[in-house]
């Protein structure tokens, strides 16, 4: 009896056979798949894990990345050459003119402009202690002129002002101009990169905001241009005394005339084209009434004297005023504001 009870035990614990047979294929396929599944779910858990970590990883880089760069150009005030080019590729705000956004790239562009002709042209140290307040000096003077242009912009988008692509190259050929003649276009981008560190580009970006922001402020001037049409028939009646037309209208009129003379200067002068007009006349003879390509004023010139390359002349000014004056009532009312801690200055300039 015990010997039958082991051998029942043995045939118990048998392994099974491993021959497959056509009763045993089924079973024989099910587990050799049930082994393959150990390796394959988990490497598709895996995978879903890993991109699903990938977006956590990149969304907090790029948050990193923003936070790095709102405090390099914000609380840093990080001024540097990489961070200009950055906001030439993200537009973002140095302070806002009624709402319309300064650009940080156009502030960078004429502060960076600015430090390099102190540098280079000067031979200013930035480390030294008058360094360090004339860049003050110029980080107020570059935050002002962003503004005024983006002011001008408002308000030339509401008056339809524009500046052509005509009207650029028109400019920028009589910026050429010289006593030997047109300077090249290469050889005057070499002038502007070395002076002022600016290529073609932004040269041109510039120039023509400051056109569109001399057409505004001839265009809301009415009473600067009122008064230049009124003393016209006076100029005309009196050309030789220049002076005492402006010192007979400044008893009356709210706009003060500035009277000056020019000394001997260039036929090819960059003085708002005065230079160029001037040439053009007899001797004692006196203009008509002269827009500045500067964009500060109504002018009226007479020729003193004159050679081959050079004219001396006196003229009479009528300073445009009222967009200073717009652009200071913003400024006190508050609807300037400034993203950066920089100062306005005392008085607004154009």
């Known amino acids: ?167 650029l190259e028109s400019f920028l050929k009589l910026q050429r101009q010289s006593n030997d003649g047109e300077v090249s276009q290469q050889t005057y981008d070499a002038v502007v990169l070395d002076y002022y560190g600016w290529i073609p580009d932004e040269y041109r970006h510039a120039t023509k905001n400051k056109l569109l922001r001399q057409k505004v402020t001839y265009a809301i001037d009415t009473d600067a241009t009122a008064l230049s049409e009124k003393i016209t028939p006076q100029v005309a009646a009196a050309a030789s005394n220049l002076q005492a037309i402006a010192d007979t209208s400044n008893k009356t009129e709210p706009i003060k005339i500035i009277y000056g003379a020019s000394g001997l200067v260039p036929k090819t002068n960059q003085d708002g084209g005065l230079a160029a007009v001037a040439s053009k006349l007899e001797k004692g003879t006196v203009s008509g009434v002269i827009k500045s390509t500067t964009g500060d004023g109504y002018y009226f010139v007479r020729l003193l004297d004159s050679s081959e390359t050079q004219v001396s002349y006196e003229y009479i000014q009528i300073p445009l005023t009222v967009f200073n004056k717009q652009l200071d009532a913003f400024e006190k009312s508050g609807k300037i504001n400034r993203l950066i801690s920089v100062s306005p200055l005392v008085a607004t300039k154009q």
Request: no cysteine.
């Open 1 to 167: 009896m015990k010997k039958l009870l082991a051998k029942i035990r043995n045939k118990k614990t048998e392994a099974p056979s491993s021959r497959i047979t056509n009763d045993t294929v089924a079973e024989h396929r099910e587990r050799i798949l049930a082994g393959g599944r150990r390796f394959k779910y988990p490497v598709q858990y895996a995978r879903h894990k890993l991109v699903f970590n990938a977006i956590i990883i990149s969304i907090a880089a790029l948050i990193l990345i923003a936070a790095v760069g709102w405090w390099q150009l914000y609380p840093s005030q990080n001024t540097s050459v990489f961070m200009y080019h950055v906001t030439k590729v993200l537009p973002l705000p140095v302070a806002t003119v009624d709402g319309e956004p300064v650009l940080y790239s156009d502030y960078l562009m004429k502060y960076l402009s600015a430090v390099h002709y102190l540098e280079q042209k000067e031979q200013i140290s930035l480390k030294s202690e008058d360094g360090k307040r004339q860049v003050e000096y110029i980080k107020q003077q570059s935050m002002q002129d962003a503004i005024a242009d983006t002011y001008a912009r408002k308000l030339a988008n509401k008056m339809g002002i524009t500046v052509s692509d005509a009207d």
